[in-house]
């Protein structure tokens, strides 16, 4: 099975601390694959280290068979890799509308994709004329995740998109992330493990800055002192 996307050995500086001490994720072609671990250990680093956000001073990451380490965001991001920040990040000021149409790479991204975005997100089309902050927590997460559709993306990097929600919404966020894993490879961040385990069919343990597990959900689901020591879950 090819990997889309490999991390290897990567060690993340912010200012002088020493964030990432070895980070290791492999990401097969149309899974999705989870990456997990508790508060501060280093999963939002690990993402903004592929994005060259954090760039990785020592370590490879390679996508789609090339390294791209040390290159710049914007030139990362070309390659087909859409992000979706933590905490819902969208233009609170702008429309729902205007919020797709600033996420287009290419002239026309948006009208190539709006059916399937409004598919997925029927509430969105709806609001569409009103601003973000006019939306609830759970359309501000929709809109983040349908502003990394709009663009022909091949991997997507999603960042706890469960976080602060209803459970009737999160319900409906995995069954949209379910559905759009079927065109686009997931890194899904997520502190929710039900939601996770329900999800991915591979995982990724983050523990202090370092890869300390990864493997078969199904193999974790059933590890119960794994999850017991790294995720502190039941
Ligand atoms: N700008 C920064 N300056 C200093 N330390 C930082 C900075 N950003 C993150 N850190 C530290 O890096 C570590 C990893 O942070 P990161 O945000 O990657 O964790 P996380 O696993 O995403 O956590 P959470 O589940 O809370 O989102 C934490 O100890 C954090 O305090
Ligand atoms: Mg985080």
Redesign the pocket.
């Known amino acids: 099975m090819m990997n889309l996307l490999e991390v290897q050995e990567i060690h993340t500086f912010i200012g002088q601390f020493h964030i990432l001490e070895g980070v290791d994720l492999a990401v097969p072609v149309g899974s999705i694959t989870a990456v997990l671990g508790r508060n501060g250990a280093g ?2 680093t690990t993402l903004k280290s592929v994005l060259g956000l954090t760039p990785p001073r020592s370590g490879r990451v390679i996508f789609d068979g090339q390294e791209i380490q040390g290159r710049r965001s914007f030139d990362i991001a070309a390659l087909g890799i859409g992000y979706v920040p ?1 905490h819902r990040a969208i233009f609170r000021d702008l429309s729902v509308l205007e919020n797709l149409k600033i996420a287009e790479r290419k002239k026309g991204d948006l009208a190539r994709k709006e059916e399937f975005i409004f598919n997925l997100f029927p509430d969105l089309k709806r609001l569409i004329k009103l601003p973000g902050t006019n939306l609830s927590g759970g359309q501000q997460q929709m809109l983040a995740v349908a502003r990394a559709l709009v663009p022909d993306n091949r991997l997507l990097l999603i ?2 998109p469960s976080e602060g929600l209803a459970p009737v919404i999160i319900e409906q966020m995995m069954e949209a992330i379910r559905q759009l894993s079927a065109n686009t490879t997931v890194v899904l ?1 997520e502190q929710n493990f039900l939601m996770a385990s329900r999800l991915a069919e591979r995982y990724v343990i983050i523990d202090e800055g370092q890869t300390v597990k990864h493997g078969l959900m199904a193999d974790l689901v059933a590890d119960k002192a794994t999850i017991h020591r790294y995720l502190g879950a039941a």
Do not use: C, P, R
Request: glycine share 0%; aromatic share 0%; no cysteine.
């Open positions: 999963k939002t933590e960042d706890e961040v």
